[in-house]
């Protein structure tokens, strides 16, 4: 792969990569991560989670738990949005105690959470009645200043209780969430 006789750089691989994974061809998009690492290109971060985005988007998690220590113990570069996308994938099937543990990990790898990070493994509590656990995080991201009105993600916020408040209605929900999630609106005029 040569573009204007000039050999590749991780640029000229994350758009095939991106259309690889896409179209669910994910071992070829896996083949060709590996193929950019031996020529000696090293990916970016924007790579490692076009990666792993398209095999937790696919439900491959054990694959993209691979991956994703593959990262980690090769040093490749992470950030707070590649930690979103595992907690994502661990969230969708169900691996509620492995989403708090990798938020845990972010943290101690020196990454910040924020809503995005919190929000997944919130909803995804709430809408399987995990209300202690839901409750207790919400807690944290109060106590982390994630809902204070200078904060830059308070209309995402916003819109993350309003919509875990929609999906307590009719559910089987302790009251004390419900007061919890009704006091952080009313705290921020809704």
């Not at 105690?97 to 919190?118: C, H, Q, R, T, W």
């Not at 109060?142 to 830059?152: A, W």
């Not at 875990?164 to 919890?180: H, P």
């Amino acid at each position: 792969m040569y573009y204007s006789g000039q050999p590749p750089d991780v640029f000229i691989y994350n758009t095939p990569l991106d259309s690889l994974c896409k179209a669910q061809h994910l071992d070829k998009a896996v083949a060709l991560f590996r193929e950019l690492v031996d020529k000696g290109i090293s990916p970016d971060v924007y790579t490692c989670s076009i990666i792993l985005n398209g095999l937790c988007k696919a439900g491959r998690l054990k694959a993209a738990k691979d991956f994703f220590q593959h990262l980690v113990m090769n040093n490749h570069l992470l950030d707070t949005w590649t930690y979103n996308i595992m907690t994502n994938g661990l969230c969708k099937e169900g691996v509620f105690d492995e989403a708090i543990s990798l938020l845990s990990k972010m943290k101690g790898d020196g990454f910040s959470p924020n809503v995005v990070s919190y929000e997944t493994i919130v909803r995804a509590l709430l809408t399987r009645n995990e209300n202690e656990q839901a409750k207790r995080l919400l807690r944290e991201m109060i106590s982390q200043g994630l809902l204070g009105r200078g904060n830059k993600d308070f209309e995402s916020v916003e819109a993350i209780l309003e919509r875990s408040f929609s999906l307590l209605k009719g559910q089987n929900v302790s009251s004390d969430v419900k007061i919890l999630i009704f006091h952080v609106l009313r705290f921020r005029g809704c």
